[in-house]
């Protein structure tokens, strides 16, 4: 049962996915890294049909690469937002359409702005202070509610995010044991130990 | 003999040149020229029009459809204006792609496109002509001015060959090596908006054939950002605007031209 989440900060977006790879009945894997590195700022999360998740993450990678390459600076978080929900709105619409769920954070170097979009398979774009996909965002969006602070340091971040894994943890029938965790800031990304 | 690699476009010569490429940049070097200037906080770009006339009914420009109703300064997108030297045909040809161009890119991405995105894009059609066989170049310069969030405000230039280089101040057309060198020991790195457009207007006016400018000569643009809402803003100046800017700084007809023409 995959579970992602996401918020905003002072400066920064913070993403966390769980890391199990699951088939039928059986958990294969549990280090399975979910948080695609899109650009030097930007990072996805993603969840859905497994082999979708995977063609389509790649497809949004290689195509922001070419971008980045073509035009030496990256597609800044909005745009490549609205280019990958075009991606997955003609996606919908075609004889195979991708199943995959996205949250997308980025830091915006241009205007000193963090951006967190939320992402269906549908094509619905949201931006958002904060934001879940699966199960866990039935446990994890009150708790969300009452404790996100967009002003909030990374330390301060971390706590809440820790509150929604806790709780996870402690609800979910089928909750997963491992995340990774994920921040972009004005430095770029790096992942942190929980 | 001579014309053996004149007659297609994509023949190189034995000595390594493309001779209507050349040819182009030649008409190019007739055409009533543009300047752009680029400070800090804005730029400026000022054209002179060659078609000019008693009988040439302006009354269209006069009201001004301001997209650019007028001959040499168009808007391709809402934050990014240029300037074109050459064949009008051309030109208007150009303009309609890049405005094209502009919008396809706020579609699929949903932001104004990168000025030097909308330099590429127009740099490879133009480069399409030098290689393709048939096809005449196009005989056009356009000098671009725009904003974006990735390098603020932006001047390129670019030709018939398919290249585009960015400028601090540039000309193109007519008497482009005299207004270029006038700039280059004008400029300086801290110039205001203010500088630039009288600096502009000085160029113009020395390397223009006419004795005193006019709106009739002259089509003027600027682009800023809005105080408020921090989005590029550009302003083409109507005829009557042109005149008053001119009579502010010292330019526009003298009281006693008007009174000999009556």
Known sequence: ?194 | MARRYDSRTTIFSPEGRLYQIEYAMEAISHAGSVLGVLSKDGIVLAAEKKVTGKLLDLSGSNQGGYGGSGEKIFMLNSNVVAGVAGITADANSLVNYARQAAQRHLFTYNEDIPVEVLAQRLCDLKQGYTQYGGLRPFGVSLLYAGYDPHYNFQLYHSDPSGNYSGWKATCVGANSGTAQSLLKQEYKDDITMDGAIDLVLRVMSKTMDSTTLGSEKLEFATLTLDPETKQPKARIYRPAEIDALLQKQGLGKKEEDTEMKS
């Not at chain 1, 039928?24 to 700022?41: A, N």
């Not at chain 1, 922001?64 to 597609?75: A, C, E, G, S």
């Not at chain 1, 202070?129 to 602070?149: E, I, K, Q, T």
């Open chain 1, 1 to 194: 049962m995959e579970v992602s989440f996401a918020m905003t900060g002072k400066g920064y977006v913070l993403l966390a996915a769980d890391t199990t790879a699951v088939h039928s009945i059986i958990k294969v894997k549990t280090d399975v890294d979910k948080i695609k590195e899109l650009s030097p700022h930007l990072l996805m999360a993603y969840s859905g049909e497994p082999g979708d998740t995977v063609q389509f993450a790649e497809y949004v990678e290689r195509n922001i690469r070419l971008y980045q390459i073509r035009h030496t600076y990256p597609l800044r978080p909005p745009s490549a937002a609205s280019w990958i929900r075009r991606s997955l709105a003609e996606s919908l619409r075609s004889r195979n359409p991708y199943s995959v769920n996205l949250l997308l954070g980025g830091y915006d170097t241009s205007t000193y702005t963090p951006h967190l979009y939320w992402m269906d398979y549908l094509g619905t774009l949201v931006e958002v202070p904060f934001a879940a996909h699966g199960y866990g965002s039935y446990f994890a969006l009150s708790l969300l509610d009452r404790y996100h602070d967009p002003e909030a340091t990374v330390e301060e971040g971390l706590a809440v995010l820790r509150r929604c894994l806790d709780e996870v943890s402690k609800r979910l029938v089928v909750s997963p044991g491992k995340y990774k965790v994920k921040i972009v800031d004005k430095d770029g990304i790096r992942e942190v130990e929980l």
